[in-house]
């Protein structure tokens, strides 16, 4: 526990300088008790072809974190990310957060005690929605997503609250983030189900929390089924590429069938407005999930919404 470690903590930004401002500003104000407060690098990627995040790194100034800026001309969340590990090389651990969150004051803290107390090389912390009050919607619960125990083995991570140890970017290079779903999304499942095959085990910490900002906009049905819609796409891509047998792949194909049986009734005949909507979000998840059987991907990165 009482090694100082050096740590990149990395944020892909895309045209969101205010949420970028509140981001760093926290990300200065971290608290450790648990561990050794650690060598910190802020690296900040701009994929925002009109540089918007330079004004933002240009007035800001912190007398405690080196903080470094890199435009990323190359449209796609891959590339930022990836981008970011390179300028990161050298650190013990990479962390990632995105620009529309803020952590915790002990995020950082309890993400590094998990990697010591599990030994875990990839640790995975909740990302918890903030939603706009009054939101006037009916599905914000639909957000929220699942936690578990600290020490929970999980099968894939997201890219919004995580950290990798040094080791595990070694054995993965030179493809981190696959370009291939540096549009539609994904990057990060695909990224961390190869991660897993190849021996890392992705860690859960409970207590490593992170908010994620919610704009009214991803409160709304259509967004609320692109997004499960996409997800169960790019899913089922990965698992095709990583899991191609003919066992597998059929389980996949019947799993968005049920998907879209299930979720039919339950948007014609749920019993309120909620449950409706549930019905409608697995029907979108079964079309994604087939779509990606016959080549179709969705795009998702710098959409409106964001």
């Given at each position: 526990?009482?090694?100082?470690?050096?740590?990149?903590?990395?944020?892909?930004?895309?045209?969101?300088?205010a949420q970028l401002l509140r981001l760093l500003n926290a990300l200065c104000a971290l608290d450790f008790h648990a561990v050794?407060?650690?060598?910190?690098?802020?690296?900040?990627?701009?994929?925002?072809?009109?540089?918007?995040?330079?004004?933002?790194?240009?007035?800001?100034?912190s007398s405690r974190f080196r903080i470094s800026y890199h435009p990323e001309p190359r449209r796609g969340i891959s590339y930022?990310?990836?981008?970011?590990?390179?300028?990161?090389?050298?650190?013990?651990?990479?962390?990632?957060?995105?620009?529309?969150?803020?952590?915790?004051?002990?995020?950082?803290?309890?993400?590094?005690?998990?990697?010591?107390?599990?030994?875990?090389?990839?640790?995975?912390?909740?990302?918890?929605?903030?939603?706009?009050?009054?939101?006037?919607?009916?599905?914000?619960?639909?957000?929220?997503?699942?936690?578990?125990?600290?020490?929970?083995?999980?099968?894939?991570?997201?890219?919004?609250?995580?950290?990798?140890?040094?080791?595990?970017?070694?054995?993965?290079?030179?493809?981190?983030?696959?370009?291939?779903?540096?549009?539609?999304?994904?990057?990060?499942?695909?990224?961390?189900?190869?991660?897993?095959?190849?021996?890392?085990?992705?860690?859960?910490?409970?207590?490593?929390?992170?908010?994620?900002?919610?704009?009214?906009?991803?409160?709304?049905?259509?967004?609320?089924?692109?997004?499960?819609?996409?997800?169960?796409?790019?899913?089922?891509?990965?698992?095709?590429?990583?899991?191609?047998?003919?066992?597998?792949?059929?389980?996949?194909?019947?799993?968005?069938?049920?998907?879209?049986?299930?979720?039919?009734?339950?948007?014609?005949?749920?019993?309120?407005?909620?449950?409706?909507?549930?019905?409608?979000?697995?029907?979108?998840?079964?079309?994604?999930?087939?779509?990606?059987?016959?080549?179709?991907?969705?795009?998702?990165?710098?959409?409106?919404?964001?």
């Amino acid at each position: 526990m009482n090694r100082r470690y050096k740590i990149a903590v990395c944020v892909a930004t895309y045209r969101r300088p205010a949420q970028l401002l509140r981001l760093l500003n926290a990300l200065c104000a971290l608290d450790f008790h648990a561990v050794v407060e650690p060598e910190i690098e802020i690296i900040v990627v701009d994929n925002d072809p009109d540089s918007s995040a330079s004004s933002v790194f240009r007035g800001f100034r912190s007398s405690r974190f080196r903080i470094s800026y890199h435009p990323e001309p190359r449209r796609g969340i891959s590339y930022a990310r990836n981008t970011a590990i390179t300028h990161g090389n050298g650190s013990d651990l990479v962390a990632f957060i995105d620009d529309d969150e803020y952590p915790s004051r002990t995020w950082l803290d309890a993400l590094i005690a998990a990697h010591l107390e599990f030994n875990a090389p990839i640790v995975a912390g909740p990302v918890v929605p903030i939603v706009p009050q009054p939101s006037g919607s009916d599905f914000a619960m639909l957000l929220r997503r699942l936690r578990h125990p600290s020490g929970t083995q999980l099968q894939s991570a997201g890219a919004g609250n995580v950290l990798i140890s040094a080791r595990v970017l070694r054995a993965m290079s030179p493809t981190w983030f696959d370009p291939r779903f540096a549009i539609s999304g994904g990057e990060d499942t695909h990224f961390f189900r190869r991660c897993l095959a190849a021996g890392f085990p992705i860690v859960w910490a409970d207590d490593a929390i992170v908010y994620e900002t919610v704009p009214a906009a991803r409160l709304a049905p259509p967004y609320l089924r692109a997004r499960a819609r996409n997800g169960a796409n790019h899913w089922t891509r990965v698992e095709m590429e990583l899991h191609p047998s003919l066992l597998n792949l059929s389980r996949r194909f019947a799993a968005g069938i049920a998907r879209i049986f299930e979720g039919t009734l339950e948007k014609y005949f749920g019993g309120n407005v909620e449950d409706r909507m549930r019905g409608d979000l697995r029907l979108a998840e079964g079309i994604g999930n087939l779509y990606a059987f016959f080549g179709g991907t969705y795009e998702m990165y710098g959409a409106s919404e964001r």
